[in-house]
């Protein structure tokens, strides 16, 4: 009758026989020198669709997706949205305003044109010197 082997002896041996079934599975790369891909260089596909006429041609092997577009601008539609309609009431409100003249910009600049006064008290505040407000003061008229 042989002896029977102590507890301990057993769980490290299942221990060690788990711990190399479980290495053997590693490849010899190492851990930090393993081929993965890229997950910020997937892009989605848009699902297919049946073309509505069949005498179309097959596109060119790598050509990009005409539908689709790139990355980016599939980014900007879906930060920014297309074109929408208008409310009525932004409707009405652009066709009381009018339409702008095209060249608005480059008439504002102008020494001609004719601006409102804002009065006294916006002139001095515009006119004041730069500062930290440390030596300020305020009048309460009355």
């Known amino acids: 009758m042989s002896p029977m082997p102590k507890p301990g002896t057993v769980k490290i041996v299942i ?62 539609e879906a930060l920014f949205g297309g074109p929408q309609a208008r409310s009525d009431i932004e409707r009405s409100t652009l066709d009381r305003a009018g339409r702008a003249e095209p060249g608005i910009r480059s008439q504002v600049g102008d020494p001609d044109t004719n601006t409102v006064a804002k009065g006294r008290v916006t002139r001095d505040i515009i006119a004041a010197p730069e500062g930290d407000g440390a030596t300020a003061s305020t009048i309460i008229p009355g």
């Open 15 to 76: 221990a060690l026989a788990a711990l190399g079934a479980a290495l053997a599975g590693c490849t010899g790369g190492g851990v930090f020198n393993r081929d993965r891909p890229d997950e910020f260089a997937v892009q989605r596909q848009a699902p297919l669709v049946v073309p509505p006429d069949f005498s179309l041609t097959p596109p060119a092997p790598g050509a990009p997706r005409p539908a689709e577009g790139t990355a980016a601008e599939q980014a900007l």
